[in-house]
Every structure is written in C-alpha cells, then in structure tokens.
C-alpha cells in the first residue's frame, strides 16, 4: 500500500501537481489545501486578504477525482468564503480531500473539526477552524489499517505551541481513537504547522505514534517556494506494527510550497 500526504498549495502549481499524482500512484491520497468552487466560471480565481493575492485552481478536488477514477474522493471543506473572478467574488469551498482507491474497502470514518466549526459565509480571522478526517479501511490483503490526516491551526504569531494547537491536539486524538480500535496499524499525517518539539507528538504518542519524518533525519519539508527560513510543517507518524519500505520527502518534482510525503508499506 501506498500512503501519500500533500498541502496541495490550492492547485497552485497546477500542471506539476497534477503530473505528479497522476504519476505516484497512490492508494490512499490525503490532501490538504483544496478549493471547490461550484459556481466557477474561471478555472483560475483570486484569494484575497489586505496585502495579499493568490491563485486557487477554482475546482481542484474536481479536477482530482476526474484525473483518478479508480479512486472515491471525499471533499471536507473547513468552509465557505470569497474567491475573487477579477473584482466578481465567488463563493468557493476550502479544506481537506482524500481519495482511497476503490478496490480497498472503507469500513469506518469520521470527519469532524479538531478546532472551531464550520463558516457558511467567510474565511474568518485566524486561527481559522480545521477538521480532520480518519477512515479505516482493509488493504488488498484483507487486513485492516486507519489512517488519519489533518490541516493543522495556522496561527499569525508563528509555529510554535499555543493553547489553541494543544486543544486541537487532544481533539485530533480523541477523533483518532473514535475510529481506530487501538489494536491495528495506525498512520497519521499532515500539514501540522508545529515544530518538530510540539507538545502535538507527546500527545499522539500516547497513540503509540512515532514520526517518520524527523525520526528518520529528515530536516525540511518545504520547497523552494517557500522563503522563510522554518522548513518544517509537514508529518507522518506510525504506530509500531506499521512495517515500513520506504518513506521519502520528496524534494523533486516541486508540486507546491510543501513536499509530499510518501509511505510504501510491506
């Protein structure tokens, strides 16, 4: 099985994105970052905040599932806000999409948010509300795993803990635990945005989570899209019984601002 972890950047590389995944061949592919926009009449619109404007792919959890028809997408947006068409606002959807192929059985889930609540009508000030979505399903061997990915809180004053990140950490596990059995492979990932010694991994280890991505010496995360000098943001945690074949941040091709993380599992 093949596990593939990816702030998608809102599609913003779009051709590169897209080139990628339908090349890494996932079974089960969260992303995070994703905009739907129903009403676009544009592929490309605008986000905007007071200094700043960005590009989202209008549809790109729609243009996912359309580039993977052997998987079944689930879209769980955070919420509903403005994404401008030139000067038009257009109400655009924005949060977390996992695609699991279809020939591996999904038998529970759970999406739900980890901080704040759903907002019809607008972004809201930061720290923005953030869901989660675990599922557990059977791989191609009949044998059980859940798996769990999260958007972590972005807050304006930088990466490091605050009581905001440490309630959602004890949130993301009790959502953690409503789907997982306790006694079966368990692999959590993301765009945590924390540092390495968040009290986030103390939390989740009481889950018997270890991360991959610092445990294995890997220092950055980010691409050269990114200018600030702190280069982690993204994990990928397992629990003991997980046996590993490779685990990679991959550093080419750059697909966003983030690299992607891939789990092969024995």
Avoid at 110 to 120: E, K, L, M, Q
Avoid at 151 to 167: I, N
Avoid at 184 to 202: H, I, K, Q
Wanted: charged residues 20%; hydrophobic residues 45%; glycine residues 8%.
């Amino acid at each position: 099985m093949r596990i593939v972890s990816l702030n998608a950047w809102a599609g913003r590389l779009h051709d590169e994105v897209i080139a990628y995944l339908a090349a890494v061949d996932a079974d089960v592919l969260c992303l995070q970052e994703v905009s739907r926009t129903p009403q676009a009449c544009s592929a490309w619109l605008t986000y905007r905040e007071p200094g700043l404007d960005l590009p989202h792919r209008a549809n790109f959890f729609d243009e996912v599932a359309a580039l993977l028809p052997g998987h079944d997408g689930i879209f769980a947006p955070t919420a509903t806000g403005p994404l401008f068409d030139g000067d038009i606002p257009v109400a655009s959807q924005f949060g977390l999409a996992t695609f699991v192929r279809k020939s591996l059985p999904v038998t529970a889930q759970a999406v739900d948010f980890v901080y704040g609540h759903y907002t019809p009508d607008g972004w809201g000030a930061h720290p923005r509300a953030r869901n989660t979505h675990v599922l557990r399903l059977l791989d191609s061997a009949g044998a059980p795993i859940t798996i769990a990915q999260l958007h972590g809180l972005r807050e304006t004053s930088g990466k490091a803990d605050t009581p905001a990140r440490l309630a959602q950490a004890d949130v993301f596990a009790a959502l953690i635990r409503r789907v997982w059995p306790g006694n079966e492979r368990l692999v959590v990932c993301g765009d945590f945005n924390v540092l390495p010694d968040s009290a986030t991994f103390a939390i989740l280890g009481q889950l018997g989570l270890r991360d991959l991505v610092t445990g294995r010496g890997h220092t950055d995360t980010r691409t050269s899209h990114y200018a600030k000098p702190v280069r982690f943001a993204d994990y990928l945690l397992v629990t003991p019984d997980v046996t590993v074949k490779t685990f990679d941040v991959v550093a080419q091709p750059e697909v966003s601002d983030h690299r992607a993380l891939v789990l092969d599992l024995e």
